[in-house]
T-cell receptor, first 117, second 110 residues
Framework: GAVVSQHPSRVICKSGTSVKIECRSL??????MFWYRQFPKQSLMLMAT?????????EQGVEKDKFLINHASLTLSTLTVTSAHPEDSSFYIC?????????????FGEGSRLTVL | QKEVEQNSGPLSVPEGAIASLNCTYS??????FFWYRQYSGKSPELIMF????GDKEDGRFTAQLNKASQYVSLLIRDSQPSDSATYLC??????????FGTGTRLLVSP
């Protein structure tokens, strides 16, 4: 199946700093990527839809100025958590939609666990 | 209203038994479904996709779809402790965003 690589897998940062998470589709082109966040024992919550070459579409309640998404190429999307605070500590997961695929399934990255001290 | 309803569990089955995971959905327009598996602390992985009424088998997994009853299920035969995970029933949205519920937590005891 298609492979999505996410980096870093774990990051610890101080409150007030910014953290960038990268999501790459390794063997396919992804015109659309999705960023999810998951808190312990909760379901995946969609944060935003990232489309190559255009602005991301954010879900209600997600601050676009805090969670900056860039999808500059067909294989790379980045999520930057700006001025991170402890409440931003979570498991961030990217996923990619296989362009030209038959089913609309999402391929997920390994996830990035962010801990803000 | 939730798009799908799943019992959060945990569903406990002994090793070697059949685990039956159920899902009902409210939108009659939903035509196909994904079953994702998520291990604790990991991202979801796709295990089955079903779009036709009836059964679809893949190894130890069988997905069942009944559009008249708006019911989807996943059977896991010869359950193994390594099958212990959360199973997510997700309606296919046709290349749009997927919405995930909390799923059903399965525990397979040795």
């Amino acid at each position: 199946g298609a492979v999505v690589s996410q980096h870093p897998s774990r990051v610890i940062c101080k409150s007030g700093t910014s953290v960038k998470i990268e999501c790459r589709s390794l063997d396919f082109q992804a015109t659309t990527m999705f960023w999810y966040r998951q808190f312990p024992k909760q379901s995946l919550m969609l944060m935003a839809t990232s489309n190559e070459g255009s602005k991301a579409t954010y879900e209600q309640g997600v601050e676009k100025d805090k969670f900056l998404i860039n999808h500059a190429s067909l294989t790379l999307s980045t999520l930057t958590v700006t001025s991170a605070h402890p409440e931003d500590s979570s498991f961030y997961i990217c996923s990619a939609l296989l362009a030209g695929g038959n089913t609309g399934e999402l391929f997920f990255g390994e996830g990035s666990r962010l801990t803000v001290l | 209203q939730k798009e799908v309803e799943q019992n959060s569990g945990p569903l406990s089955v002994p090793e070697g038994a059949i685990a039956s995971l159920n899902c009902t959905y409210s939108d009659r327009g939903s035509q196909s479904f994904f079953w994702y598996r998520q291990y604790s602390g990991k991202s979801p992985e796709l295990i089955m996709f079903i779009y036709s009424n009836g059964d679809k088998e893949d190894g130890r997994f069988t997905a069942q779809l009944n559009k008249a009853s708006q019911y989807v299920s996943l059977l896991i035969r010869d359950s193994q402790p390594s099958d212990s995970a959360t199973y997510l029933c997700v309606p296919n949205t046709g290349f749009q965003k997927l919405v995930f519920g909390t799923g059903t937590r399965l525990l397979v005891s040795p």
